[in-house]
């Protein structure tokens, strides 16, 4: 499975631990703007049939470019036939190279686990050296959720 990872800012890079990730089939891209993400996801997802969290859900705006996608309420066949799942992220683990998502009213799982490819739009505010520094600054949203991710 290819996961991808589109953010923004400097210190992505060594927070996020490039190695892990590569180590992992993972691509790592780190643009420099909110409209440079959304020109990466623009050439990720074109003649794709998209499987995307809620358009509000999604960091930079880009809900905005997931218009026509199939969405995690939608029927299970539609769901399938998906090519790429997009989700944003709610943290980033450099220690492990790993993404933790919190499944919510909008944030379905099934869209970073049901098509081949994923792609994950993670802010700089999503970086988390481990897991107890995720646990700690994410407990909240973490009690709220039907279920956690990695």
Same mark, same amino acid.
């Not at 996020?16 to 190695?19: D, I, K, M, T």
């Not at 499987?51 to 960091?59: F, K």
């Not at 799942?85 to 992220?89: Q, R, Y």
């Given at each position: 499975?290819?996961?991808?990872a589109?953010?923004?800012?400097?210190?992505?890079? *060594?927070l /996020?631990?490039?190695?892990e990730? =590569?180590a992992?089939g993972?691509?790592?891209?780190?643009?420099?703007?909110?409209?440079?993400? !959304?020109?990466?996801?623009?050439?990720?997802?074109?003649g794709? !049939?998209? @499987?995307?969290?809620?358009?509000?859900?999604? *960091?930079?705006?880009?809900?905005?470019?997931v218009? #026509?996608?199939?969405?995690?309420?939608?029927?299970?066949a539609?769901?399938?036939?998906?090519?790429v799942?997009?989700?944003? &992220?709610h943290g980033?683990?450099a220690?492990?190279? #790993? %993404?933790a998502l /919190?499944?919510?009213p909008? &944030?379905?799982r099934t869209?970073?686990l @049901?098509?081949? %490819?994923?792609?994950?739009?993670v =802010?700089p505010?999503d970086?988390?050296?481990?897991?107890?520094?995720?646990?700690t600054? =994410?407990?909240e949203?973490?009690?709220g959720?039907?279920?956690?991710t990695?």
């Open positions: 499975m290819t996961v991808e589109a953010m923004t800012g400097d210190s992505a890079i *060594p /996020l631990n490039a190695a990730a =590569r992992l993972v691509e790592v891209f780190v643009e420099a703007s909110a409209e440079a993400v !959304r020109e990466r996801l623009t050439m990720l997802i074109a794709k !049939r998209v @499987l995307s969290w809620n358009p509000d859900r999604l *960091p930079y705006d880009a809900g905005a470019l218009g #026509s996608a199939t969405f995690g309420s939608s029927p299970g539609d769901q399938a036939a998906a090519e799942g997009v989700t944003g &992220c980033a683990i220690e492990t190279g #790993s %993404l /919190l499944s919510k909008g &944030c379905s869209v970073s @049901l098509p081949p %490819l994923h792609v994950a739009l =802010r505010d970086l988390f050296f481990g897991m107890g520094e995720f646990f600054a =994410r407990s949203g973490i009690a959720a039907a279920n956690c990695f």
